[in-house]
């Protein structure tokens, strides 16, 4: 242990640290962030004359507390050496010093520093087990009424659920910066809503997906073939279509990709899509002849941008008549660009349409074909109707940005 310093020092962030087990009292918490549980440390550790720096992630955290870190060494360019944990695992210290800081930094609700001496004062190393066993004792202390003694209760107990649920999550191989969120989104009902179906993590909690979801329910003795596998895996399957730009799949694709993602067989696959249908999780639709399924979320989406679309294209033109024969030798001659069948189709269509969606890959002209419709609308008659030349070249600018990314509407 007394070597890693002197080897972390010649590392940086973007080296991969040596997994070690640190393990230490909390002397301060430099920094603690409630909605993520990210934390700094001044950590007295077993085997370290001096303070070490502790980075990580804790639920709840409070100085005097013994912690049992694991991670590695990084030297940070900004704040130096530090020990970088990936799972923090809390507990109540034992030193009569310990006790009474622990006590007195508010992490318990109803006892500050003057209230912690005193407790410590009357009842030792034993007030632990006073507050858990028999609080009535508290109202012995000077100053502390059946109201006070209600609330160290309860913020006693409100303490060791959080630990134990941390100590659940770390048990299936949860981090702590995973295990931090997964209690902020479900509180007290985090053991309950993951050993009843651990998928709904992918669902509810952003940045873990199926994958991180499966390898939890794995640990916690899920099956492969377990239905709420199954199911979720088929939410799973179109997420991984989406990455590819589909919003839904042809029924029989859909059933092919899941059995491949989530090897089980494709009467299962079956079973679990039409769950999923009658669950609203997915939905079924036809495109032309074909039947398929969508994500609900990404099929309202589209329908609603559809709807629209078509809303919007019922509308009277914005400007008058233009005579496209006459403006496409215009803007050829005005850029002395050629233009192609296809662009010269779509700037046709778009002088007498009030709204067009243009797509295509890049390098095929959607620029081009952008900036000569926008060029064409600036001149003649519509003068008084578009925007006044500054503004359209950042139009220009703009839909330059946009089309590299494959459309523009």
Known sequence: MGLAPRTARRMTRTDTPRTEVLAGLVE????HNAENGFCVLRVKARGHRDPVTTAGHAAMISAAEWI????????????GLQFKAQFVRTCAPSSID??????????IRGIGPVYAKRMIRMFGKDVFDIIEA??????????????RADKITCGWADQKVIREIMVFLHKHGVGTARAVRIFK?????????MS??????AKDIRGIGFRTADMIAEKLGVG??????????????????????HCGLPRQDLAGLAAKLLEVPSDLIETAMQEELQEGTVIADRVGETDCVFLAGLYHAEKGMAQQISRIGKGCLPWPEIDADKALPWIERKTGLSLATGQADAIRLALASKIMVITGGPGVGKTTTVNSILRILSVGNCSAITPPWQNLIHILHVSKRSTRYGGVV
């Open 28 to 31: 301060r918490v430099t920094f």
């Open 68 to 79: 049992t870190a694991c991670g590695g060494w990084i030297n940070d360019r900004s704040h």
């Open 98 to 107: 310990g006790i009474e800081k622990y006590l007195g930094s508010g992490m």
């Open 134 to 147: 028999a609080p009535e004792r508290l109202r012995a202390v000077e100053g502390i009424g059946p109201k």
């Open 185 to 193: 989104t479900y509180g007290t009902d985090a053991v309950q809503v």
């Open 196 to 201: 009843e179906n651990p998928y709904r993590l």
């Open 224 to 245: 492969k073939t377990a239905m709420i596998r199954v199911q979720a895996g088929i939410s799973y399957a179109l997420s991984e279509a989406m990455g590819d730009g």
